[in-house]
Structures are given as structure tokens and as C-alpha cells.
């Protein structure tokens, strides 16, 4: 396809992603003080008084503040209607730049807050079984898969393999979590192999505070890293995805192969980075089904 025509398709899907309305949360819990502490959640529409599986989904934006959780909300209603309890997670992203070597280079603020994104996540994961059930009682705890998108993709394998990070790290379990398993969007699941193809401006470098601290943090932050997990693992990853090419993707799964653990691969024909959380694109229906036969 010429290169004008992907970027009109690559354009139109962001437009039809993006094109649906807000979804109100039934409830939002704070898992913290910080405005961007807090958890909303939606409930089964379908049988609403079923047990039913959890899903957690955390959003993408390449860690910047300017993409929050509410562009996603649409998908998490999707599955909501799908008939899971679905959790959606906020947390501190980037804001105005701070270190000139962390801004794109055209006004981009940088990505991410280290340490705070990740203290958010690992906080929201720790405080979400009694959030949940309070705000989502007919949610299955025991059948919980963790989803994202992009930079959210990222966040979802990072926070499943905590028990395997460094044994200084502040963000370490001891055990692994109690999921049935993880399904990464197009995820930035390779910090070096993002940051070699420019993914997002150079989010996964800024990320990690630039250049004097990428080497030193990623063993803390880079899911490629963090290998064996033994937890199921799904990626899915559309071919046509300009923003986060499946090369990054693959780097992951190879990763995992050679330590031994099989990390299951959905690459769809002709499909970008936005259809995955679009409830319009037929994509979505195969992240719904990934999750569901993780979840049952």
C-alpha cells in the first residue's frame, strides 16, 4: 500500500477510535491522594448479578498526561457489555517537560514520572482486591486478566512480572500475582527496540529520565527483561501498526521463547494501533475473545 494510503487508513482509525463518546464509570475509587489515584469501574451489563471474571485494563498514551483514562473508557464499556467487571486504572503520566533531553524535540512533554508511574501502578494492583470489592462485588477476584494498550501494554507485563524484578527493586513481590493472565495491546514491550524505531518520540527514553539513566533503569522497567513470568501471557498486535510496529512485539515474544516460556502472538492483517480498543473495529472482538479465553 502506497504511503499515503496507509497514513489516511492509519488516520481514519484513530478518527473512528476516538470518535465515541465517554462512558461514565458506575463508581471511582482513589487509591491515593494524587487526582490521578483513582480507579473507576464498570459492571457486567449482561447478567449483572453473575459471578464474572474481572478484567483491568490500563490505558495507553505514551505515559503522557494529555491521554488519560477517559479515551479508553469506551472500550472498557465494550467489555462491560461483553459481561466482564472491568476495572480502569489511572496514574501519573508525563507533563511539562522537565529535563531538556526529555522533550521530543517539538514541544512533546516527556513521557512518564519515574518514579511515579510505576509506584501507581504497583499501588492501584495492591489496593484493587479491596476497592473491588466494594465497588464490583459480583467480580470473580480468581479470574482477573490484566489488559493494556501501547504504554498500557507495557504498564500490564511490567505489573505482572513484579516478582521477578531485581531484588532492590521498590516495586518487587514476592510471589507472583494472582492472574489468570495478561493481554498486551500493541504494546511498547521492548524498551531499547522502541526507543531504536522512534516509537512514540522517543517515549520509552524518556521514560526512563534520558539517556544517563535508560541503561540503569530498565532492568527495573523493561518487560523484555522480566522473563520467564510464568503467567499466561497474549499479544496482540496489528500488522499495519504504524505507532508501535509489530517488530516490537516480536522482540518480546522471542525474548520469552528463549527463556523458556511460550507467550501466545495475535498478529491481524490490515489492522493499526487503534482498532485493538475501538468497540467499532472487528479487531476489538478478537481482544474480547483473547481476554475471555484467559479469563474462563
Same mark, same amino acid.
Given at each position: 500500500? #502506497?504511503?499515503?494510503?496507509?497514513?489516511?487508513? $492509519?488516520?481514519?482509525?484513530?478518527?473512528?477510535?476516538?470518535?465515541?463518546?465517554?462512558?461514565?464509570?458506575?463508581?471511582?475509587?482513589?487509591?491515593?491522594?494524587? !487526582?490521578?489515584?483513582?480507579?473507576?469501574?464498570?459492571?457486567?451489563?449482561?447478567? !449483572?448479578?453473575?459471578?464474572?471474571?474481572?478484567?483491568?485494563?490500563?490505558?495507553?498514551?505514551?505515559?503522557?498526561?494529555?491521554?488519560?483514562?477517559?479515551?479508553?473508557?469506551?472500550?472498557?464499556?465494550?467489555?462491560?457489555?461483553?459481561?466482564?467487571?472491568?476495572? =480502569?486504572?489511572?496514574?501519573?503520566?508525563?507533563?511539562?517537560?522537565?529535563?531538556?533531553?526529555? =522533550?521530543?524535540?517539538?514541544?512533546?512533554? #516527556?513521557?512518564?514520572?519515574?518514579?511515579?508511574?510505576?509506584?501507581?501502578?504497583?499501588?492501584?494492583?495492591?489496593?484493587?482486591?479491596?476497592? +473491588?470489592?466494594?465497588?464490583?462485588?459480583?467480580?470473580?477476584?480468581?479470574?482477573? +486478566?490484566?489488559?493494556?494498550?501501547?504504554?498500557?501494554?507495557?504498564?500490564?507485563?511490567?505489573?505482572?512480572?513484579?516478582?521477578?524484578?531485581?531484588?532492590?527493586?521498590?516495586?518487587?513481590?514476592?510471589?507472583?500475582?494472582?492472574?489468570?493472565?495478561?493481554?498486551?495491546? $500493541? #504494546?511498547?514491550?521492548?524498551?531499547?527496540?522502541?526507543? &531504536?524505531?522512534?516509537?512514540?518520540? =522517543?517515549?520509552?527514553?524518556?521514560?526512563?529520565?534520558?539517556?544517563?539513566?535508560?541503561?540503569?533503569?530498565?532492568?527495573?522497567?523493561?518487560?523484555?527483561?522480566?522473563? #520467564?513470568?510464568?503467567?499466561?501471557?497474549?499479544?496482540?498486535?496489528?500488522?499495519?501498526?504504524?505507532?508501535?510496529?509489530?517488530?516490537?512485539?516480536?522482540?518480546?515474544?522471542?525474548?520469552?521463547? &528463549?527463556?523458556?516460556?511460550?507467550?501466545?502472538?495475535?498478529?491481524?492483517?490490515? +489492522?493499526?494501533?487503534?482498532?485493538?480498543?475501538?468497540?467499532?473495529?472487528?479487531?476489538?472482538?478478537?481482544?474480547?475473545?483473547?481476554?475471555?479465553?484467559?479469563?474462563?
Amino acid at each position: 500500500m #502506497p504511503d499515503d494510503a496507509a497514513a489516511a487508513r $492509519a488516520a481514519a482509525e484513530e478518527e473512528s477510535a476516538f470518535a465515541h463518546p465517554p462512558v461514565d464509570p458506575d463508581a471511582t475509587s482513589a487509591y491515593g491522594a494524587h !487526582p490521578d489515584q483513582v480507579i473507576d469501574f464498570y459492571a457486567p451489563r449482561a447478567a !449483572p448479578e453473575a459471578v464474572v471474571p474481572l478484567v483491568v485494563v490500563l490505558h495507553g498514551g505514551a505515559w503522557r498526561a494529555r491521554h488519560d483514562r477517559r479515551h479508553i473508557t469506551p472500550f472498557a464499556d465494550y467489555l462491560a457489555r461483553r459481561g466482564f467487571a472491568v476495572a =480502569n486504572i489511572e496514574y501519573r503520566r508525563g507533563g511539562a517537560p522537565l529535563i531538556p533531553e526529555q =522533550n521530543a524535540g517539538d514541544g512533546t512533554p #516527556p513521557a512518564g514520572r519515574w518514579p511515579d508511574t510505576f509506584d501507581d501502578v504497583a499501588a492501584a494492583l495492591e489496593a484493587l482486591p479491596a476497592l +473491588v470489592r466494594e465497588a464490583l462485588p459480583q467480580a470473580d477476584p480468581r479470574r482477573t +486478566v490484566l489488559t493494556g494498550h501501547s504504554a498500557g501494554g507495557h504498564l500490564a507485563l511490567w505489573a505482572a512480572a513484579r516478582h521477578v524484578l531485581p531484588a532492590d527493586s521498590p516495586w518487587r513481590t514476592e510471589r507472583p500475582a494472582p492472574l489468570r493472565g495478561v493481554v498486551a495491546l $500493541a #504494546p511498547i514491550a521492548d524498551l531499547e527496540v522502541a526507543e &531504536k524505531l522512534d516509537v512514540c518520540g =522517543n517515549a520509552s527514553l524518556q521514560l526512563l529520565g534520558g539517556h544517563d539513566t535508560f541503561a540503569e533503569r530498565r532492568p527495573f522497567a523493561d518487560p523484555v527483561l522480566l522473563l #520467564p513470568t510464568g503467567i499466561a501471557t497474549t499479544l496482540v498486535q496489528g500488522r499495519t501498526d504504524a505507532e508501535v510496529p509489530q517488530a516490537v512485539a516480536e522482540s518480546y515474544a522471542a525474548a520469552a521463547a &528463549k527463556a523458556g516460556e511460550v507467550v501466545g502472538l495475535t498478529l491481524l492483517e490490515d +489492522v493499526g494501533h487503534f482498532p485493538l480498543i475501538d468497540p467499532a473495529a472487528d479487531a476489538c472482538a478478537v481482544v474480547a475473545e483473547e481476554i475471555a479465553q484467559l479469563a474462563w
